[in-house]
């Protein structure tokens, strides 16, 4: 049997924010689909939001994903996600090989550094 990743979604408690955040600050291309869900493409990843009513428990408080978005400059990186006014769940450090960001509802993303062509 082979297993092979499909879509991911996102559950969020304001589309609008979370649009704003994945498409406008991290660049995944968004499309509305006739049901009215937003689809976000990411490369080859593609992404679901999904609104939910129930307001998410506080960041690390129950089991949860943690998703990988790979910069060629972290450096960079932490400078953008600053000027964007980004929540951030680790700060970077000289030398540190990531951080980490949180979305809207507090979800994770680490923010990793690109190593010689490969994660």
């Not at 991290?26 to 992404?47: C, I, K, N, S, V």
């Not at 949860?64 to 980004?86: I, P």
Request: with cysteine; aromatic share 12%.
């Amino acid at each position: 049997m082979k297993l092979e990743p499909g879509e991911i979604n996102i559950i969020c408690s304001d589309v609008h924010r979370s649009l704003h955040f994945y498409g406008d600050t991290l660049g995944f291309l968004p499309t509305l689909d006739a049901e009215g869900f937003y689809h976000l493409r990411a490369g080859a990843a593609q992404y679901l939001l999904l609104p939910t009513a129930r307001r998410r428990p506080p960041p690390g408080s129950t089991p949860e994903f943690s998703m990988d978005l790979v910069v060629d400059n972290l450096r960079e990186a932490y400078a953008y996600f600053q000027a964007h006014g980004v929540v951030f769940a680790q700060d970077w450090r000289d030398g540190a090989a990531m951080f980490a960001i949180r979305d809207p509802d507090g979800l994770p993303w680490e923010i990793i550094q690109r190593r010689n062509g490969a994660i």
